[in-house]
């Protein structure tokens, strides 16, 4: 969707059934969004959030101090939703890194960063690890640079329903890979261990069902998806 038609399709899709938690504009629909099967009413017209993005908004904004203390964040692939909100926060030292997003700060690797160790007090790294080959490397250089004391949000697209993690490179087609792990550039489906491999590299898990938190009134308004976990992760 173009910046331009954004204030157009916000303008018309004006009501009051559904509420977007980061900017608390009301709608009477959300739009659809999806990688091949699209969800209905579930991107919002005005910040291009996702569920995901107003969960983790509003456990940030209800359980954390995110938005008044003074600390150091560091956030892989920044997302669009966040990232202007984020960067104008005077409380936070804010720091974007990604291989290749246009509104990163640094350019690195995630499997092998240039930072010091223990330098952020918060780190979001959401929807990347699905992407990378070698996800242990990468989990054990977030630890790395993770203060003690420091929290992580690290999200992917999980399969709750899967007790194991799948993979399988012998798998190239894009169609076929598409069809199996969510997008043609997943290299995995992560399932309920996905809690135990953050933990053996060190973290303090915490699998945040924040829906069951909230009323369903609330998981209805903001455009929830219910039972989705925030993986809260700890040093």
């Not at 996702?50 to 956030?75: A, G, M, P």
Request: aromatic fraction near 14%.
């Amino acid at each position: 969707m173009s910046y331009t038609a954004r204030p157009f399709l916000a303008f018309f899709l004006k009501g009051n059934k559904f509420t977007d938690p980061i900017d608390n504009k009301s709608f009477k629909s959300f739009l659809p969004y999806g990688y091949g099967k699209q969800r209905d009413n579930v991107l919002s017209p005005s910040t291009l959030s996702l569920e995901r993005h107003r969960l983790l908004w509003l456990y940030l904004q209800n359980e954390t101090d995110f938005f008044n203390s003074k600390i150091k964040v560091l956030h892989f692939a920044p997302e669009q939703a966040f990232y202007k909100r984020f960067r104008n926060m005077i409380n936070l030292d804010y720091l974007t890194t990604d291989l290749e997003s246009p509104l990163a700060d640094v350019k690195a690797d995630i499997c092998d960063l240039p930072f010091e160790d223990n330098a952020f007090d918060t780190i979001f790294c959401n929807h990347v690890l699905e992407h990378i080959p070698d996800d242990t490397k990468a989990m054990s250089e977030l630890f790395r640079i993770l203060k003690p004391g420091g929290m992580g949000v690290f999200q992917i697209p999980q399969d709750l329903s899967r007790a194991v993690t799948f993979e399988d490179d012998s798998i190239t087609d894009k169609k076929e890979r598409a069809e199996i792990f969510g997008q043609y550039d997943h290299v995995r489906v992560y399932g309920r261990d996905y809690f135990d491999k953050l933990r053996s590299v060190g973290f303090t898990v915490e699998a945040v069902d924040y829906t069951n938190i909230l009323s369903k009134e609330e998981i209805t308004k903001y455009c929830l998806a219910p039972g989705e976990l925030i993986p809260v992760v700890t040093k």
